[in-house]
């Protein structure tokens, strides 16, 4: 760990002691379980809470790796209903569409950290965040929800870093995004689309691949992976197989973006 990354880690766990007690909004990915783990080390196991919703929008494989490392690391560990569909607005997928989820979502983790005497709710933006399309941020900064990784100036590759040194299970974990993401802005989200993305994806992710999205056009899959992965999907046998499954799964075109994955593409028409 070189000396960049060590301060920030101090700061980190500086900011965290100020606080005395905290909720942490916990999905299990990278940096939010980074978060989780130095809160725990700072302020011990009964100053700190992790809370994860159960959301139509994440997976199960997603709720079930942050059961684990949360139980792993010897924090409470609450899960919360949340139907982002119930949301006025949020099914019609406008361009602010997070601002509906995450203004929802954070008033929801208020009253459950007033109800437990807790004064701060933290949740995982880094510094890298600032450089793509968050409406979600607006909704955060309204509510007064802190952003420890981002104050103490934190980059994903930093992230990853630390978590690698503190031997956290996540730290080469692939990026993930709620579903609501795979769908083009101004396509209505439904349960059972979500669903088939969702079903697709673990198909690909159990096939073997790194780094997934599959982008929903209706009709029409378009798969996101790594570059470097791509050669492999295409062989005769492999592609086949996607290609059959996809359908049967109701695509009738299935798609592979030769840019390969990057998050947050369907944000480019923007």
Not at 12 to 38: C, E, I, P, T
Not at 88 to 106: A, D, I, T, V
Not at 109 to 121: D, N
Not at 231 to 243: F, Q
């Amino acid at each position: 760990m070189d000396d960049v990354i060590s301060n920030k880690y101090e700061q980190l766990k500086q900011l965290f002691r100020s606080m005395g007690r905290v909720l942490v909004a916990y999905s299990g990915g990278v940096d939010s379980s980074l978060l989780l783990k130095v809160a725990r080390e700072a302020l011990g196991d009964e100053n700190v809470l992790a809370v994860t919703a159960l959301s139509p929008l994440y997976p199960e494989r997603e709720l079930t790796g942050a059961k684990k490392v949360a139980h792993t690391l010897g924090v409470r560990h609450l899960l919360i209903e949340s139907n982002e569909l119930e949301i006025e607005g949020f099914s019609n997928n406008p361009p602010n569409r997070c601002y509906y989820c995450k203004r929802e979502l954070f008033e929801k983790m208020l009253r459950l950290a007033e109800g437990e005497g807790i004064h701060f709710v933290v949740e995982g933006s880094t510094l890298d965040d600032d450089q793509d399309h968050r409406p979600g941020r607006t909704a955060i900064k309204e509510l007064g929800i802190r952003s420890p990784l981002r104050e103490t100036r934190f980059t994903k590759r930093e992230i990853r870093e630390l978590s690698r040194t503190l031997g956290l299970p996540t730290w080469d974990k692939p990026s993930f995004a709620c579903l609501a993401s795979r769908f083009p802005y101004g396509k209505e989200i439904t349960a059972e689309e979500l669903k088939r993305v969702a079903d697709a994806e673990d198909f690909l992710f159990n096939l073997g691949f790194k780094q997934v999205r599959v982008r929903h056009y209706g009709c029409l899959a378009r798969i996101e992976i790594l570059q470097e992965e791509m050669g492999r999907l295409l062989e005769g046998s492999l592609r086949e197989s996607v290609v059959n499954r996809l359908k049967n799964m109701g695509y009738n075109y299935i798609t592979l973006d030769l840019q390969g994955f990057r998050s947050g593409s369907m944000n480019e028409v923007l």
